[in-house]
């Protein structure tokens, strides 16, 4: 179904710590895989108190998973026990057709059983700034703590064809670095105004799940894979969990030049 290539199985004392490579033939089948994943994911930490904290990026990539998702998990999951959060968001009202949580709760929450006090959407109709200081509150009040930093169980990501993630553009490491949980970003060709998640943040989560697929991205992603030192122009190379796994979940496209 997939090759998976693990990479960084780390010496004993971080075993857990680890990065996996998987190429799947096509982006349905992916989204199949890592919808059914995530699900187990999700259904194995029911017995827990505290719920599932899963952070969501946008962009087109995603819409296949929610779609699975919807269509597949809507009762397999009980979604009482999940928190839905976004990685970033475009600061435009959520009816926007930009929006990212509009895209999620139209494909995926408008369909699954998830109590409105479950989705803490980023408010893209305020102002960046407070608003990224409100959102960092509302992580830090619902998400568990590990490393003096919040700790989601698994941040979804996608990667832009110039290695950008989350809304952590090139040229802007600061974000990567930030002690913010959440920062302001100017996407730098429309100039549109973000809110997004902060490296360190990311990096902190116990699963990092990359989605990314076809050829316009598959250079980046050898680049990344075999570690070239040009990579670290990428933030997406500068995204890996410091004591999770980092997946990277590609179609045959993206994945071309991964052996
Ligand atoms: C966003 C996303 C962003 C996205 C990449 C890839 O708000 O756009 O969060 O980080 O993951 O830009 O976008 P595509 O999936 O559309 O290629």
Same mark, same amino acid.
């Given at each position: 179904?997939?090759?998976?290539?693990?990479?960084?199985?780390?010496?004993?004392?971080?075993?857990?710590?680890?990065?996996?490579?998987?190429?799947?033939?096509?982006?349905?089948?992916?989204?199949?895989?890592?919808?059914?994943?995530?699900?187990?994911?999700?259904?194995?930490?029911?017995?827990?108190?505290?719920?599932?904290?899963?952070?969501?990026?946008?962009?087109?990539?995603?819409?296949?998973?929610?779609?699975?998702?919807?269509?597949?998990?809507?009762?397999?999951?009980?979604?009482?026990?999940?928190?839905?959060?976004?990685?970033?968001?475009?600061?435009?009202?959520?009816?926007?057709?930009?929006?990212?949580?509009?895209?999620?709760?139209?494909?995926?929450?408008?369909?699954?059983?998830?109590?409105?006090?479950?989705?803490?959407?980023?408010?893209?109709?305020?102002?960046?700034?407070?608003?990224?200081?409100?959102?960092?509150?509302?992580?830090?009040?619902?998400?568990?703590?590990?490393?003096?930093?919040?700790?989601?169980?698994?941040?979804?990501?996608?990667?832009?064809?110039?290695?950008?993630? @989350?809304? !952590?553009?090139? /040229? +802007? &490491? *600061?974000?990567?670095?930030?002690?913010? %949980?959440?920062?302001?970003?100017?996407?730098?060709?429309?100039?549109?105004?973000?809110?997004?998640?902060?490296?360190?943040?990311?990096?902190?989560?116990?699963?990092? @799940?990359? !989605?990314?697929? /076809? +050829? &316009? *991205?598959?250079?980046?992603?050898?680049? %990344?894979?075999?570690?070239?030192?040009?990579?670290?122009?990428?933030?997406?190379?500068?995204?890996?969990?410091?004591?999770?796994?980092?997946?990277?979940?590609?179609?045959?496209?993206?994945?071309?030049?991964?052996?």
């Amino acid at each position: 179904m997939a090759t998976t290539v693990n990479c960084d199985m780390l010496n004993e004392n971080v075993m857990e710590k680890q990065t996996i490579y998987r190429v799947y033939p096509s982006k349905e089948i992916l989204a199949e895989a890592f919808a059914g994943e995530l699900a187990r994911s999700i259904i194995k930490t029911a017995g827990r108190k505290a719920p599932f904290t899963l952070a969501l990026s946008g962009g087109s990539t995603p819409v296949l998973l929610f779609e699975v998702l919807a269509e597949k998990y809507s009762k397999a999951v009980d979604w009482s026990k999940v928190k839905i959060f976004w990685v970033d968001e475009r600061c435009v009202p959520p009816e926007d057709p930009e929006s990212n949580y509009g895209m999620t709760r139209r494909l995926l929450l408008d369909k699954i059983n998830i109590p409105s006090a479950n989705v803490f959407r980023m408010r893209g109709e305020d102002e960046p700034l407070s608003e990224a200081a409100r959102y960092s509150e509302v992580i830090a009040s619902n998400t568990r703590t590990r490393n003096n930093l919040p700790y989601f169980d698994t941040v979804l990501l996608g990667m832009g064809e110039d290695g950008h993630t @989350a809304s !952590i553009f090139p /040229g +802007n &490491a *600061k974000l990567l670095h930030s002690r913010k %949980i959440c920062d302001t970003a100017l996407h730098p060709a429309t100039k549109q105004k973000r809110v997004t998640l902060t490296g360190k943040v990311i990096n902190n989560a116990k699963s990092v @799940a990359f !989605i990314v697929t /076809g +050829n &316009a *991205k598959s250079v980046i992603v050898d680049m %990344i894979y075999t570690r070239k030192g040009a990579a670290k122009i990428y933030p997406a190379a500068h995204i890996r969990s410091v004591s999770g796994v980092t997946i990277w979940l590609l179609d045959e496209d993206a994945g071309k030049f991964i052996k």
